[in-house]
């Protein structure tokens, strides 16, 4: 049941992280557009395998933390910050005045799976994520960090991203037109999410 709970978590971990448009599942959907189905998940493979990476060494570095209880619970007091900042950030996204669309240009013309690579070794923002998100499940005792659960909970943020990512190449042609209001309704359930778990490290941190 415990390495059912840490694959979910994992799973929900990554699609949460990955959801809102950004520059690699755009790019995605950009390379789906203008070349095709398959440079599009070349494309994504090549970011899926930096995203295990990442996610396993952002877990076992939340591991190492986890150890230390100091280091912990001051990084868990900064995850709620980073929650409470999210969540009002969503909900300015949500929002915003509409404004017109920054187009993301494909410059690359290498391998799509290298270019992948490439372009998922960017986002330094994932390593971070995982460690602070781990970290959180773990002070709700919804996460331990043994090595199959860490192994686990990474594979499972893989298939996260990859049904995100898989996502945005297949279908996101088909609502293009709709793509404003569904991008609105993402943030405004990201902050809805990112609240809550901000709400309930708020109630641990006064309550311990």
């Given at each position: 049941m415990g390495l059912i709970v840490d694959f979910i978590a994992g799973y929900l971990v990554a699609f949460v992280g990955f959801v809102a448009p950004g520059m690699l599942n755009v790019l995605a959907a950009k390379i789906s557009i203008t070349e095709n189905k398959r440079a599009a998940m070349l494309f994504i493979f090549g970011t899926l395998t930096i995203v295990l990476i990442q996610a396993f060494t952002g877990v076992y570095f939340a591991k190492f933390l986890d150890s230390h209880p100091g280091v912990s619970n001051t990084l868990?007091?900064?995850?709620t910050v980073i929650f409470v900042l999210l969540t009002i950030a969503f909900l300015?996204?949500?929002?915003?005045?509409?404004k017109p669309k920054k187009e993301i240009e494909i410059k690359s013309k290498q391998n799509r799976y290298v270019y992948g690579l490439m372009?998922?070794?960017?986002?330094?923002f994932a390593i971070p994520f995982f460690a602070i998100s781990s970290l959180t499940l773990a002070s709700k005792e919804l996460f331990d960090f043994s090595l199959i659960s860490i192994i686990v909970f990474s594979i499972a943020a893989v298939l996260g991203t990859f049904t995100i990512f898989y996502s945005y190449a297949v279908f996101f042609k088909k609502i293009e037109d709709k793509a404003d209001v569904l991008i609105n309704n993402i943030y405004f359930i990201l902050a809805a999410f990112t609240g809550f778990v901000a709400i309930l490290s708020i109630y641990r941190i006064i309550n311990t």
């Open positions: 868990k007091q900064f995850g300015f996204k949500g929002f915003q005045v509409k372009m998922a070794s960017f986002n330094m």
